[in-house]
């Protein structure tokens, strides 16, 4: 359950204004995005708590301790190829070498006889090397082969050739994984490889998500005037099932005093962090915000991005409990961008995860000129393509508008352009993340 482990109580007792007091001309209404991750990466701690999974349901997970090898992989030497094993000694600089071929070994089945000088065994991959034999040559570089015996051809192979030694894969007793790993598909098979049906991993990270505003509507209600879909939920329920999250979609709120309080407690009483779209801004009817720093250890920024100027973070309490707290902005691409560039680190940082790098960053060729101005972090939508020479180049896509969500769901990357950064000359290069990978 959340707020489960009174050690992580202990542990985040740290206080915001201790976190921000380190860091040297902080303005809240100026945060540069590097000050702001910052800020949230030292204040966040991560949730500590284990469950065992087997390892088909360990994928995406989070591993929860190392994994240290009980096993040789591969347990014997064996054959990299189908064809014969016999010993490199026997080779001779430029000259041919006939073999006796003294029997057979098969992947599952040893050859269990001696191999002398001038003899060999015929061996399938995966086969387990006669004792005496360091070398194969596949089948298809031999000369003469017949049911008594096959010649090895001057210069084809070297002693120690197409042979995979024991444990070269992973030695018994050495690290095969290491603890806050996220596990993806070649793990839960490394994991298979070594016999290990079971792993213990950190439990999901719950987080309870709502919209703010009374000009949202449901889908199946009726858009009255002036009214929208609320469409936040659904690309924040995307996005953070695509974590790993346990989520809690509590709807949309009003903005009423009475309803956020409710939703805020409800909210902190079962998550551990907890994610709001929209009413940060200046000038909305600001109950969110208000609700917000009534509730906990709560700062409001204007961040140097753009999309995503406005932004709360914090934690708040209820009831003995606490989650953290990220108030995005309400307009949808910001509220994707803040999420990405700003939440998702920290959620898995929480989650357990070590080493939680920011996504690889490519620099490629901009199409376009870009309009950009010096003193904020751009995120432009882009699409990423191979022009008629065969080089990757980048160009936005139309309207980036903080409320166009087409832009998004057009785009096949970000494109990001640095805070110091001015205009962007076409040719010029550009960074770019790209939102799909090959795991
Ligand atoms: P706010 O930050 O509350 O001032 O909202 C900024 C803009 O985002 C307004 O145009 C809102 O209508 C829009 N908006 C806020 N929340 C949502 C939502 N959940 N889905 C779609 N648009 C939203
Ligand atoms: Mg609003």
């Known amino acids: 359950m959340p707020n489960d482990t009174p050690a992580e109580s202990e542990t985040t007792r740290t206080t915001l204004s201790n976190v921000i007091s380190c860091l040297s001309d902080y303005d809240p209404d100026a945060l540069p995005v590097p000050d702001a991750q910052t800020i949230i990466r030292q204040f966040i701690q991560p949730i500590n708590a284990v469950e065992k999974v087997a390892i088909r349901s360990a994928l995406d997970r989070v591993l929860a301790a190392d994994i240290v090898s009980p ?17 490199g000694s026997d080779l001779q600089k430029e000259q041919d070498l006939p073999l006796k071929i003294v029997g057979t070994a098969y992947a599952g089945r040893a050859y269990e006889g001696s191999v002398a000088s001038g003899e060999c065994v015929r061996i399938m991959t995966g086969a387990v090397m006669p004792l005496e034999c360091d070398t194969v040559i596949p089948q298809e570089f031999t000369r003469d082969e017949s049911e008594q015996g096959v010649t090895i051809p001057a210069g084809v192979v070297r ?14 007793g050495t690290p095969a994984l290491q603890k806050g790993r996220i596990l993806r598909p070649a793990d839960l098979g490394l994991l298979a490889s070594l016999g290990i049906g079971e792993v213990p991993v950190q439990r999901r990270l719950r987080v309870a998500f709502f919209s703010t505003g009374d000009e949202l509507r ?28 346990d989520i809690v979609d509590m709807g949309v709120i009003k903005d009423d005093p009475a309803a956020l309080e409710a939703a805020f407690r409800t909210a902190c009483e079962n998550a551990d962090a907890i994610i709001t779209s929209g009413g ?63 939440a998702r680190q920290a959620l898995l940082h929480m989650a357990g995860a070590s080493a939680v790098e920011a996504p690889p960053m490519l620099r490629v060729v901009s199409k376009a000129a870009i309009r950009k101005r010096p003193g904020r972090t751009e995120y432009q939508r882009g699409i990423l393509s191979l022009n008629s020479d065969g080089i990757q180049e980048v160009r936005i896509t139309g309207s980036q508008g903080s409320g166009v969500l087409r832009s998004m769901s057009e785009a096949n990357c970000m494109v990001v352009l640095e805070h110091d950064r001015a205009e962007v000359k076409a040719g010029d290069l550009v960074n770019v993340i790209l939102f799909e990978g090959l795991i």
Request: with cysteine; charged share 20%.
């Open 159 to 172: 002693t120690g050739d197409n042979r995979r030694l024991k444990g070269e894969d992973l030695a018994i």
């Open 280 to 342: 940060v801004s200046v000038g909305a009817a600001d109950y969110t915000k208000q609700m917000m720093a009534e509730l906990g250890d709560v700062t409001f920024w204007k961040i140097g991005m753009r999309p995503g100027r406005p932004m709360a973070f914090g934690k708040i309490q209820s009831h003995g409990k606490e989650a953290y707290l990220f108030g995005l902005p309400g307009n949808p691409v910001a509220v994707m961008v803040t999420f990405y560039f700003l």
């Open 218 to 245: 449901s889908i199946g209600e009726t858009l009255d005037e002036g009214c929208v879909y609320d469409s936040n939920r659904y690309t924040l329920h995307g996005m953070l099932t695509r974590l790993g999250c």
């Open 71 to 87: 096993i040789n992989v591969p347990s014997h030497d064996n054959s990299a190829m189908d064809g014969y094993a016999f010993r």
